[in-house]
């Protein structure tokens, strides 16, 4: 894999150093490519999204979890995972369910991993169909035969607040020291710019919001906040979306409730409290709080009413409850 990487950024180093560049939360710079920035050299980076967009092949029944960073997907992939995987696991002893013994994101990959693989997973998609995936990629970068397929999509939208403030802890982890720490004030500067990876923030998630209004079977669009508030309807939602709905017999015997359970943050961040998911990333980096509102812990009020605005402004007409 490492190789694969290699030769990938050679690959698009030439494209890479025409793009228009920024200061980064993370790395020390993000790259403008489509309208959106990106990380450069990195599994979930720039010159993956071209590789991609050159050589990725979906099938037509991939579903496909699309996420900003910081906007529940670990939460997103380890339900996904749960719900669709639950009969295989279902007369097994507990302890032995993946989520109970490993990280979401060993469970199920981003796509932009799939590009350095050897043998890349969606040759297999036949056989484990419907084949899940996950993207921080924007809708309109989305490599071309995802959306030629109409393949399923579901997409996690969290309010902007909370996504600056997970973002500002998680890129103070996993910076590196020698740049020092991210302040508050910087982190949103930069977010009310609208640089992040994968942002502008608004754009990303307007991009699917209007795709989810224009193929409704297509995009299912859901919010961290409501998952939050109304977890058992949204799963219910989530599986039936999936093609799995539960059944009257699964629902008597509490299956929405334990699904629920295994992937709460509160299980979830207790078998992740260890290890690490990758040299450089520990697996407790994608638990912090997982509360709805932790920004008022954080953010000045000068700071929420600009990033009220903002919102207001670029949502304009839209119904996007964030
Ligand atoms: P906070 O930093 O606000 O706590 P992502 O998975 O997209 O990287 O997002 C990480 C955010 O989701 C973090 O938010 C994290 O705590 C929260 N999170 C992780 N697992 C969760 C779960 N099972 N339920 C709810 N929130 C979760």
């Not at 990487?5 to 030439?14: C, H, N, T, V, W």
């Not at 999204?49 to 900003?68: C, E, S």
């Not at 899940?132 to 939208?157: E, K, M, N, Q, W």
């Not at 260890?274 to 997982?290: C, K, Q, S, Y």
Request: charged residues 25%.
């Amino acid at each position: 894999e490492m190789t694969n990487m290699a030769l990938i950024f050679d690959r698009y180093k030439d494209r890479l150093a025409t793009l228009p560049k920024e200061k980064g939360w993370i790395t020390e710079n993000l790259y403008m490519y489509q309208g959106f920035w990106h990380q450069p050299s990195r599994r979930i980076s720039v010159e993956t999204v071209m590789a991609l967009q050159d050589t990725f092949k979906a099938h037509p029944t991939d579903i496909y979890l699309a996420t900003l960073p910081k906007s529940g997907t670990t939460w997103l992939k380890a339900l996904v995972f749960a719900l669709v995987n639950r009969n295989r696991y279902k007369d097994n002893r507990l302890s032995t369910h993946p989520l109970l013994v490993s990280n979401p994101h060993n469970c199920l990959p981003f796509i932009e991993t799939e590009v350095y693989r050897n043998t890349p997973t969606y040759v297999d998609a036949h056989v484990h169909s419907p084949h899940l995936f996950a993207t921080h990629i924007p809708y309109t970068s989305l490599p071309r035969s995802v959306l030629d397929f109409g393949c399923r999509l579901v997409y996690l939208c969290r309010n902007p607040k909370d996504v600056l403030v997970s973002m500002f802890h998680f890129a103070n982890k996993l910076r590196d020291k020698s740049r020092g720490l991210l302040t508050l004030e910087e982190a949103f500067d930069l977010f009310s710019k609208g640089i992040m990876p994968t942002g502008t923030y608004w754009d990303h998630v307007k991009g699917y919001h209007k795709a989810s209004i224009e193929y409704p079977q297509n995009v299912l669009f859901l919010t961290y906040e409501d998952m939050k508030i109304d977890t058992v309807n949204n799963v219910k939602r989530l599986a039936s979306y999936l093609g799995h709905p539960f059944t009257d017999e699964e629902e008597g015997e509490g299956a929405v409730q334990g699904i629920i359970r295994l992937c709460s943050f509160e299980n979830l961040s207790e078998v992740n409290k260890h290890g690490n998911l990758r040299e450089d990333i520990p697996n407790d980096a994608f638990f912090r709080e997982g509360k709805v509102g932790d920004w008022k812990n954080h953010l000045t009020d000068e700071m929420s009413c600009i990033l009220d605005k903002i919102t207001r402004e670029k949502f304009y007409g839209l119904d996007i409850t964030s």
